[in-house]
T-cell receptor, first 115, second 116 residues
Framework: AQKVTQAQTEISVVEKEDVTLDCVYETRDTTYYLFWYKQPPSGELVFLIRRNSFDEQNEISGRYSWNFQKSTSSFNFTITASQVVDSAVYFCALRSGGGADGLTFGKGTHLIIQP | GAGVSQSPSNKVTEKGKDVELRCDPISGHTALYWYRQSLGQGLEFLIYFQGNSAPDKSGLPSDRFSAERTGGSVSTLTIQRTQQEDSAVYLC??????????????FGPGTRLLVL
């Protein structure tokens, strides 16, 4: 069975601070895909990034960066110089390479950026 | 519309009534997914349609839940004899099917269901 753990239920930081959201996953598949989604107060899930299990290269997109480490089964997400607009619930998700099922989501981390 | 659309946005119903939730995927997306988001259970996968293939229904929470997809496009999730524990936000997502598992799922705004 697959599992995604986001141990941080809620994080509160002051604007301009850097913040890292943790994600640890469990799967028996050798091929799998990892995702991060953002859910702002409006409620719609917004796709942020997808990562394949065979590609451990880290990725940076503007103020966002992701650190994928298979050795620790982690796929952490860092926001640099946080802004109030980053306030949202962030979900990490996993999908097996077989693709027979949907995404397995973590419980989410509620990020609060205070001005 | 460029994104996934869902209707209604909100639905309030009485316990025991049937409800139908609709999802219109992104044009050209052949894969369609239903999820449920509730406070207690988080985001749960319910069912997945790939083109016109018969879906795997094992993720549906009970036999009161059913889903269909007509013509490989619009999907309807039906909940019969609703119970209070069915109250949740029902999310629909779609994706290209080319790479199957790796394809990114794009979500609709959801239908917020409240069973009184």
């Amino acid at each position: 069975a697959q599992k995604v753990t986001q141990a941080q239920t809620e994080i509160s930081v002051v604007e301009k601070e850097d913040v890292t959201l943790d994600c640890v996953y469990e799967t028996r598949d050798t091929t799998y895909y990892l995702f991060w989604y953002k859910q702002p107060p409006s409620g719609e899930l917004v796709f942020l990034i997808r990562r394949n299990s065979f590609d451990e290269q880290n990725e940076i997109s503007g103020r966002y960066s992701w650190n994928f480490q298979k050795s620790t089964s982690s796929f952490n997400f860092t926001i640099t110089a946080s802004q109030v607009v980053d306030s949202a619930v962030y979900f990490c998700a996993l999908r097996s390479g077989g693709g027979a099922d949907g995404l397995t989501f973590g419980k989410g981390t509620h990020l609060i950026i205070q001005p | 519309g460029a994104g996934v659309s869902q209707s209604p946005s909100n639905k309030v119903t009485e316990k025991g009534k049937d409800v139908e939730l609709r999802c219109d995927p992104i044009s050209g997306h052949t894969a369609l997914y239903w999820y449920r988001q509730s406070l207690g259970q988080g985001l749960e996968f319910l069912i997945y349609f790939q083109g016109n293939s018969a879906p795997d229904k094992s993720g549906l929470p009970s036999d009161r839940f059913s889903a269909e997809r007509t013509g490989g496009s619009v999907s309807t999730l039906t909940i019969q004899r609703t119970q209070q524990e069915d109250s949740a936000v029902y999310l629909c997502a779609s994706s290209l099917a080319k790479g199957t598992a790796q394809e990114t799922q794009y979500f609709g705004p959801g239908t917020r269901l409240l069973v009184l």
